[in-house]
T-cell receptor
Framework: GENVEQHPSTLSVQEGDSAVIKCTYS??????FPWYKQELGKRPQLIID?????GEKKDQRIAVTLNKTAKHFSLHITETQPEDSAVYFC??????????FGSGTKLNVKP | DTAVSQTPKYLVTQMGNDKSIKCEQN?????MYWYKQDSKKFLKIMFS???????INETVPNRFSPKSPDKAHLNLHINSLELGDSAVYFC??????????FGSGTRLTVV
């Protein structure tokens, strides 16, 4: 089955700086890569996703890049704000069936 | 209206008991899931149903039994609860070509 690895496990940045979270996957057939944000005590929520026919996608301060050859994808958050503090999960899926999640990155944005 | 709702939100019970968690979605999605999030925040799929039919059954003890009376509901029954079952259980639903919508989670504590 698919194996998704996520780094770093914790990330601390100063408000206004950028944050980058990286994931690798093992199954070259995976074609859908969502990112979820989970605030403390709340449900994971989809923040951005990318499909395998696209190399980059941006939504305001959030962007995701995908390198199919290297089998890795990354989440980029620019101009971080304290409300960006949360646990972020990457995931990989083939044809929107089972999602395999990374182990999560706890992002702390210091004011 | 809550898109994916789970009950109860908190469940504290003794070892050996049997308990159920209920999930309902009003999004018209075809597929529903149960995920377990352990103390290290790792999200692991347990089951998936598509139009009331079981399509994913991961390596989960057979003390866990899902039931889907219709495509809007997916319940999880757990027999003979053990300490290691303590976790947050998330229900989720999806439609093809889109990511998951998660429920708010059920925090199960076995004492």
């Amino acid at each position: 089955g698919e194996n998704v690895e996520q780094h770093p496990s914790t990330l601390s940045v100063q408000e206004g700086d950028s944050a980058v979270i990286k994931c690798t996957y093992s199954d070259s057939a995976s074609n859908y890569f969502p990112w979820y944000k989970q605030e403390l005590g709340k449900r994971p929520q989809l923040i951005i996703d990318i499909r395998s026919n696209v190399g980059e996608k941006k939504d305001q301060r959030i962007a995701v890049t995908l390198n199919k050859t290297a089998k890795h994808f990354s989440l980029h958050i620019t101009e971080t704000q304290p409300e960006d503090s949360a646990v972020y999960f990457c995931a990989a899926s083939k044809d929107f069936n089972k999602f395999y999640f990374g182990s999560g990155t706890k992002l702390n944005v210091k004011p | 209206d809550t898109a994916v709702s789970q009950t109860p939100k908190y469940l504290v019970t003794q070892m050996g008991n049997d308990k159920s968690i209920k999930c309902e979605q009003n999004l018209g999605h075809d597929t529903m899931y149960w995920y377990k999030q352990d103390s290290k925040k790792f999200l692991k799929i347990m089951f998936s149903y598509n139009n009331k039919e079981l399509i994913i059954n991961e390596t989960v003890p057979n003390r866990f039994s899902p039931k889907s009376p219709d495509k809007a509901h997916l319940n999880l029954h757990i027999n003979s609860l053990e300490l290691g079952d303590s976790a947050v259980y998330f229900c989720a639903s999806s439609q093809r070509q889109h990511g998951y919508t998660f429920g708010s989670g059920t925090r199960l504590t076995v004492v």
